[in-house]
C-alpha cells in the first residue's frame, strides 16, 4: 500500500506558514522547486525524503509558449494543437496562458498571410488532461465539424492509468449534473432508482479496453461513443476504477490510491471528415514525459 505524501502546497505552507491561496501562487509562478527542479503543480504528491525550495523573490516562471510541434496541423479551416497538461483549452475573457490563445499566436508565426482571428471551440479538454483538441478558423467549418461532435460521428479515443484491474467493457449511462450527492455523475449510481431516466438526463457511452497490466493499476484505452463532460473519469470511478490522479471522482473509491502528478488522462487520437473536402483525417500523438514516466514507474515496481 502507498503512502499518500502531502501536496506541494502543503509542504509550502509547512515550510513558510503561508496561507493556502499564497503557497499555490507561489507554485504557480515557479518559485518552488523540488529536487532542484521548478514544479508548477500545487497539488502535487510530494515524497518524503524530498528536496523542497521556497523563493519567494526568485524569478517568475516565463509562461506563454507552447512546445514546438504543438501544432499537429493547419490549413485554412482547422487546426490541430496537442494540448499539454495543466492548460486550460479556453479561459475567461482576456485570459492569455489558454491553448486557443496560444496557439491562435503560434500561428500567426507559421501563416503569416491568414487572417488573424480567434480560433473556434467545437470540443474541449479538462485542464489537467493532455492531448489532442480541434480548433476551426472559420464559421462554416465550426458548423460542419460540431454538427460532428454532436452526432458523435468521430473517432475519439485516450489513453488512461486507472486503478486496479480493468477489464474490457462498454459502459453506458445517463448522466445528471447532480448524482444526487453533489457529483455529475450517472443516473441511479448514487442513489436506487427505478423507471426511465430524467429528461435532463445525457446518454454517454465509453468503451473500455485494458492495454497493459500493471502492479495495482491497468494502462487502458478509452473510446468515446459519446463526449459528456468529465466522461471517462466518471465511467471509469463508477466502475471501481478512477483514473490516476483523480481528484474529484475518487470518494466512492476504498482502495489504496496510488498517486500521480496529475489526472493520467490522455487523448491519443482525433478522427473525422474534414469540414470543407469531407476528406478522412485522423491524427495520433503519444502520451508526454509525465505521463510516460508514471507509466513505467508502475512497470517497474
Not at 516565463?62 to 482547422?78: M, T
Not at 494543437?81 to 490563445?101: I, N, Q
Not at 494502462?219 to 463526449?227: D, F, H, I, N, Q
Not at 490522479?245 to 490522455?266: C, N, Q, S, W
Amino acid at each position: 500500500m502507498e503512502t499518500l505524501h502531502p501536496t506541494l502546497a502543503a509542504v509550502v505552507r509547512e515550510k513558510t506558514g503561508l496561507s493556502w491561496s499564497r503557497a499555490r501562487k507561489l507554485c504557480a509562478e515557479g518559485r518552488v522547486t523540488v529536487d532542484g527542479e521548478r514544479c508548477l503543480d500545487a497539488a502535487a504528491r510530494i515524497r518524503a525524503d524530498a528536496t523542497v525550495v521556497v523563493d519567494a523573490h526568485g524569478a517568475k516562471v516565463e509562461r506563454g509558449l507552447l512546445a514546438k510541434g504543438a501544432i499537429v496541423f493547419h490549413d485554412r479551416d482547422l487546426v490541430i494543437v496537442d494540448k499539454p497538461a495543466g492548460m486550460l483549452t479556453v479561459g475567461y475573457e482576456g485570459e492569455k496562458d489558454t491553448l486557443a490563445e496560444l496557439a491562435r499566436l503560434m500561428l500567426r508565426r507559421l501563416d503569416r498571410e491568414a487572417h488573424d482571428t480567434g480560433l473556434g471551440v467545437v470540443h474541449r479538454l479538462d485542464k489537467e488532461t493532455s492531448g489532442l483538441v480541434a480548433f476551426t478558423r472559420t464559421a462554416q467549418a465550426k458548423r460542419e465539424l460540431a454538427a460532428q461532435f454532436r452526432a458523435h460521428d468521430l473517432e475519439r479515443s485516450y489513453l488512461a492509468l486507472a486503478q486496479g484491474a480493468v477489464v474490457e467493457s462498454r459502459i453506458e449511462t445517463f448522466f445528471l449534473d447532480d448524482r444526487g450527492d453533489g457529483l455529475r455523475g450517472s443516473w441511479g449510481h448514487y442513489r436506487h432508482a427505478k423507471g426511465e431516466p430524467p429528461p435532463q438526463a445525457k446518454r454517454a457511452v465509453t468503451h473500455v479496453t485494458p492495454l497493459e497490466a500493471l502492479q495495482g493499476a491497468t494502462l487502458a484505452e478509452c473510446r468515446l461513443e459519446t463526449g459528456r463532460q468529465h466522461q471517462i473519469r466518471i465511467h471509469l470511478a463508477e466502475a471501481g476504477h478512477p483514473v490516476l490522479g483523480e481528484k474529484v471522482y475518487i470518494r466512492d473509491f476504498a482502495g489504496a490510491r496510488l498517486e500521480a502528478p496529475r489526472t493520467m488522462l490522455h487523448a491519443r487520437t482525433l478522427g473525422f471528415a474534414h469540414p470543407r473536402s469531407g476528406k478522412e483525417m485522423r491524427f495520433e500523438r503519444e502520451a508526454p514525459e509525465d505521463f510516460a514516466s508514471r507509466l513505467e514507474s508502475l512497470r517497474r515496481r
